[in-house]
């Protein structure tokens, strides 16, 4: 890899990076939002869980709508997922580290 090549490699890098940082924290927003509304979710959308012997009336089988409360929020929690596997910041951040050592 010469010099030209190097450097076109490392500012891809560098761009894929704040790209996926940038991405990660909006989905890491955008979830801690869904978790200061779940009760507001919830309400809307139905429990998606019941207890045998609930505290309260809300936790009873009788509420329980299966999953619909978590399509609601599954889009985010998969792309955060992705965001973290594929796009994987940590692999680019190596793979910038390594290039940059390179001399």
Same mark, same amino acid.
């Given at each position: ?5 190097? =450097?076109?490699? +490392?500012?891809?890098? !560098?761009? #894929?990076?704040?790209?996926? =940082? %940038? $991405? ?8 801690? @939002? ?5 009760? #507001? +979710?919830?309400?809307?959308?139905? &429990?998606?869980?019941?207890? =045998?012997?609930?505290? &309260?009336?809300? #936790?009873? !089988?009788? &509420? ?7 399509? !609601? !929020? ?13 796009? %994987?910041? $940590? @692999? ?6 390594? +290039?940059? $050592?390179?001399?």
């Amino acid at each position: 890899m010469d010099d030209g090549e190097r =450097t076109s490699e +490392i500012e891809r890098l !560098v761009k #894929e990076l704040a790209e996926a =940082t %940038a $991405r990660r924290g909006a989905l890491l927003e955008e979830a801690q @939002e869904f978790a200061a509304r779940i009760h #507001e +979710i919830r309400a809307a959308f139905g &429990n998606p869980f019941f207890y =045998t012997k609930p505290e &309260n009336a809300d #936790e009873s !089988v009788s &509420n329980y709508t299966g999953s619909s409360s978590h399509e !609601v !929020v599954l889009p985010t929690a998969l792309a955060l997922r992705r965001v973290d596997q594929c796009t %994987a910041a $940590r @692999e680019l951040d190596s793979a910038l580290m390594v +290039i940059t $050592r390179r001399a």
